[in-house]
């Protein structure tokens, strides 16, 4: 039987079609073929494609909290903004996130000292120390560097169960110590624990080494906390793009990636996303998304 939320989450992909369209439709590739001076019945038609793609935000935005339905309700997020996340797209997230029912517990500012190669060796030595201050099961001391370093985010932020968590002393030390570290500034004061870690994509390079690490950490925090969802805009999803390359790599099968996050759309996609992942599935959406436009269900 085919729900409302269906019918609208629907919408909301063909939506989200119309607007990658347009992208594409006004973007270098229309200058080919072209002459300097475009028609005019051409313009009036560019600008309608611009006003559909700009009703699809308003629809998205519009429809969004009844497509939450208030599932978020006690199941809080803990945002993870890498180097160069963008101020308004986090604003954007956390509007999306209360809208939902939910709250975000705090924003977690990564450092850029975390994803460099060069400072690997502070990384490594740190984690090593924290795996043993935190005593056994608490996080694989055995594990490699980053995803080590992963599990202790995950610590520091996180929650396996299903509803928020008050911070335990174990929380307390690795919150310190990443910020006397340089690695990870954290909200101040008790901020609880979230199911949830949503992860905001910066402007790094996707190169090889940038890459490696993110896998590391991210899988690592798969395994100390409940779910992770990675959000990037619609350039990180493209060919080229960190997103695109991010999920080549063996941490997209543990988390669910999510792409146009500087739009209304793909932050409605986004929060969606994290429903998905917090009921046990996974995968890959947004405008290049190889599971679909929005996660339906």
């Keep these: 039987m085919i729900t409302y939320r269906h019918h609208v989450v629907s919408l909301v992909a063909v939506f989200l079609a119309l607007a990658v369209g347009v992208v594409l439709g006004g973007g270098p ?5 072209r002459d300097d001076a475009q028609p005019a019945p051409a313009r009036a038609v560019t600008q309608q494609a611009r006003l559909a793609a700009g009703y699809g935000d308003t629809f998205a935005g519009a429809a969004a909290e009844q497509l939450y339905d208030g599932r978020l309700a006690d199941r809080p997020v803990a945002l993870l903004a890498m180097p160069g996340a963008d101020d308004s797209t986090v604003a954007g997230l956390t509007e999306q996130v209360e809208l939902a029912g939910g709250s975000v517990t705090g924003r977690y500012d990564v450092q850029p ?17 924290l795996a043993a201050d935190l005593g056994a099961g608490v996080v694989d001391a055995d594990a490699a ?8 985010l995950g610590v520091a932020l996180a929650t396996t169960g299903e509803e928020a968590s008050a911070p335990t002393e174990e929380t307390r030390t690795v919150r310190q110590s990443l910020a006397a570290a340089e690695l990870v500034v954290s909200p101040e004061g008790e901020t609880p624990r979230a199911p949830a870690v949503l992860v905001v994509l910066g402007d790094s390079e996707p190169t090889a080494a940038t890459l490696a690490v993110l896998d590391g950490l991210l899988s690592g925090a798969t ?24 999920r080549r790599e063996p941490v997209a099968d543990v988390v669910t990636t999510v792409d146009g996050a500087e739009s209304t759309l793909g932050q409605v996609t ?11 599935e996974g995968g890959e959406f947004g405008a290049t998304g190889a599971d679909g436009a929005v996660p339906l269900g």
């Design 223 to 246: 395994e100390t906390s409940r779910g992770v969802v990675v959000a990037g805009t619609t350039a990180a999803g493209r060919a080229g793009g960190l997103l695109a390359a991010l």
């Design 113 to 129: 000292a975390l994803l460099v190669a060069s400072e690997k060796a502070l990384v490594d030595t740190l984690g090593s120390q």
């Design 29 to 33: 590739l229309s200058e080919l073929g």
């Design 145 to 152: 560097t980053y995803a080590r370093m992963g599990q202790l």
């Design 270 to 280: 986004t929060v969606l996303g994290v429903l998905r992942r917090l009921a046990g």
